[in-house]
Nanobody, 118 residues
């Protein structure tokens, strides 16, 4: 089992920044990739960013390239999403996801709300 807890969401003005955190616990050695998804009001959940837990490969949605950065703190078993130059369209609930090595089994956090005012 892997448990994920997101934090760091809040209200910010357009052009501002936030850093989201996702703390992983349990069998973290089984994690292959960590990623961020978001769900805007009335929309389907969409991919934001992901990276290898034990590597450096990263990928981003076109809508956030150049503005968001996903990173990892190995000592804290935590993945971060640094969000800069935020836009109102970034408003959503952001979810952390862990993919288990050797399978397509995923674990999800409970989500954290990000609201960007214009």
């Amino acid at each position: 089992q892997v448990q994920l807890v997101e934090s760091g969401g809040g209200l910010v003005q357009a052009g501002g920044s936030l850093r989201l955190s996702c703390a992983a616990s349990g069998r973290t050695s089984s994690i292959y990739t960590m990623g961020w998804f978001r769900r805007a009001p009335g929309q389907e959940r969409e991919f934001v960013a992901a990276r290898r837990w034990g590597g450096t490969i990263t990928t981003y949605a076109d809508s956030v390239k150049g503005r968001f950065t996903i990173s990892r703190d190995r000592a804290k078993n935590t993945v971060y999403l640094q969000m800069n130059s935020l836009k109102p369209e970034d408003t959503a609930i952001y979810y952390c996801k862990a993919n288990i090595a050797g399978s397509n089994w995923n674990y999800w956090g409970q989500g954290t709300q990000v609201t960007v005012s214009s």
